[in-house]
């Protein structure tokens, strides 16, 4: 059963200037950008600061949901995983070209939710076979330990110190620290099942529960990449 939780998840796994009163904001230069990426599809604001020609303050967001399903032997697996970010991104242009490095922070709203549900008369957990009237359903949720996010990146936004050009191209690949996944398992027992055998089959569902979170840590530094436009006002 852990595997098969790994495999799912696996496979599917950002100023204070620009939030000051919109008529102290100078507009000149100021980009709306639209782009889709590893965190799904969003909108970006990007400010460049006049005292540091160099430098742009960026602002995005970025939401995605999908369902997934899935079977094996025992149980059936229906899972939602929403990926969401809000950014708030420092980008320098060293010289003072499209190409630009980037630090910054996001808040990572990524979760996995799901349901398992068995297939038969049992399933198993940590190699123990229980049957149905022992335990029903087990609700799962796998998150991840740092709400914010620090980000390093590199990208290019191909309209930045070009006062004539209107439309540019965007791109961004980076990395975020998201810490250790948080795993957890919320198993329904049946009416007459023992207090023991409860506390028996918690104690196996919280050993595959930390063998599945061990497996999850590479997944502490998540990769971001997205490619969009933006038009500059």
Same mark, same amino acid.
């Given at each position: 059963m852990k595997k098969i939780l790994f495999s799912v998840v696996s496979a599917t796994l950002i100023v204070s200037n620009l939030s000051a009163d919109s008529t102290q904001i100078d507009w000149k230069n100021v980009s709306l950008g639209a782009d889709v990426g590893t965190t799904g599809i969003g909108l970006t604001v990007v400010k460049p600061i006049d005292e540091h020609p160099n430098w742009a303050v960026r602002v995005g967001a970025h939401k995605y949901s999908k369902n997934f399903t899935t079977t094996d032997n025992e149980a059936d697996y229906d899972f939602d995983l929403d990926l969401s970010d809000v950014?708030?991104?420092?980008?320098?242009?060293?010289?003072?070209?499209s190409f630009k490095v980037t630090l910054g922070a996001l808040y990572n709203g990524t979760d996995f939710n799901g349901k398992i549900n068995p297939r038969g008369s049992s399933y198993t957990f940590n190699g123990v076979t229980y049957s149905t009237s022992q335990i029903g359903t087990v609700d799962t949720k796998v998150d991840f330990d740092n709400s914010i996010a620090p980000y390093i990146g590199i990208g290019w936004d191909t309209s930045?110190?070009?006062?004539? =050009?209107?439309?540019? $191209?965007?791109?961004?690949?980076g990395v975020a620290y998201s810490g250790s996944a948080k795993v957890s398992y919320t198993p329904t027992f049946g009416s007459s099942v023992p207090d023991a055998t409860k506390q028996e089959i918690l104690n196996n569902l919280e050993i595959e529960k930390k063998s599945?979170?061990?497996?999850?840590?590479?997944? =502490?530094?998540?990769? $971001?990449?997205?490619?969009?436009?933006?038009y500059k006002f």
């Amino acid at each position: 059963m852990k595997k098969i939780l790994f495999s799912v998840v696996s496979a599917t796994l950002i100023v204070s200037n620009l939030s000051a009163d919109s008529t102290q904001i100078d507009w000149k230069n100021v980009s709306l950008g639209a782009d889709v990426g590893t965190t799904g599809i969003g909108l970006t604001v990007v400010k460049p600061i006049d005292e540091h020609p160099n430098w742009a303050v960026r602002v995005g967001a970025h939401k995605y949901s999908k369902n997934f399903t899935t079977t094996d032997n025992e149980a059936d697996y229906d899972f939602d995983l929403d990926l969401s970010d809000v950014q708030l991104m420092a980008d320098y242009h060293p010289w003072m070209t499209s190409f630009k490095v980037t630090l910054g922070a996001l808040y990572n709203g990524t979760d996995f939710n799901g349901k398992i549900n068995p297939r038969g008369s049992s399933y198993t957990f940590n190699g123990v076979t229980y049957s149905t009237s022992q335990i029903g359903t087990v609700d799962t949720k796998v998150d991840f330990d740092n709400s914010i996010a620090p980000y390093i990146g590199i990208g290019w936004d191909t309209s930045f110190n070009k006062p004539n =050009k209107t439309w540019g $191209f965007t791109f961004n690949l980076g990395v975020a620290y998201s810490g250790s996944a948080k795993v957890s398992y919320t198993p329904t027992f049946g009416s007459s099942v023992p207090d023991a055998t409860k506390q028996e089959i918690l104690n196996n569902l919280e050993i595959e529960k930390k063998s599945l979170q061990d497996d999850l840590d590479k997944y =502490k530094y998540l990769p $971001f990449v997205s490619i969009g436009f933006n038009y500059k006002f």
